[in-house]
């Protein structure tokens, strides 16, 4: 993404690091409602929202022309149309999706984006502790779940976080509802179990993408999956928030070991 002119390389190196790793916002920041302008959404990442350009717009595709469609990300694609737009977004080529792509076409492009990210998008690093949240539950749960997604690097947590706000959507059309006309608008069928089996293993990884060996995968670390990745679907908004409290905290230690990095987080407001 691109800098500012207040840029962060004016910092040290520490400092740099320091301010990647708080990821600081505020709660209201996370508010899909609240007008920004340019910037319609704020990252935890303190100095741009980086979110791969083919994540967003699959993602608003599928919001656009898709939450109705029964069974997606379940029924199968065109492997020859998927190829070309994997190809086109390869090239850098500013692709447009519009209504005359496949909802099903997208869908598959976004599943295959994230299962072959070089580095899966909660890294390998993570994998372990991210599944031993599986036997927590309550509270304590969701506080474990919260401090390994502070460790995300900036560009891997916005990207989680875009792609947990659309499942979180797709979810809530699950279900068939009535219009006001009175006619039955048919849900999608992809209830947050069914979203979470799907996405799971393609953003919790253990082994590199070509080197997994589709046998390796025990039941335990399967259903594990699952429930990790359904929890953070049903909590996203609570979890990507930082508390007033805990930023009050860091920023009163910072001001005695980091006076740059204040400087710099006030000059941004």
Sequence with gaps: GAMSVDSITDLSDNSSKLLEALQLSHPHELDPGRSLGKKKMLSLNPITWQ??????RCCK????????????FRV????????????????GLDVFLDQHQSVHDVAALLKEFLRDMPDSLIPRELY????STASMEGPAQLAVLQLLLFLLPPCHS????RLLQFLSTVAR?????????????????????????IFGPNILQKENPGEKD?????FEDSTAIILVVQRLIEHYQTLFMVSPEMQHDILRRLFQTDPDV???LLRRK
């Design 262 to 264: 204040i400087d710099y």
């Design 51 to 56: 979110v791969p350009r083919i994540v967003d």
């Design 214 to 218: 589709s046998a390796a995968m025990n």
């Design 61 to 72: 595709h599928i919001e656009t022309y898709g939450l109705q469609t029964v069974g997606i």
């Design 76 to 91: 199968g694609s065109s492997k020859k149309r998927v190829q070309q737009l994997r190809e086109e977004f390869d090239h």
């Design 173 to 197: 059309h699950a279900s068939s509802s009535w219009g006001p006309d009175g006619q039955e608008v048919p849900g999608n069928k992809m209830t947050v179990s069914n979203l979470a089996t």
């Design 128 to 131: 372990a502790a991210f599944l």
């Design 158 to 161: 916005d990207t989680l976080h």
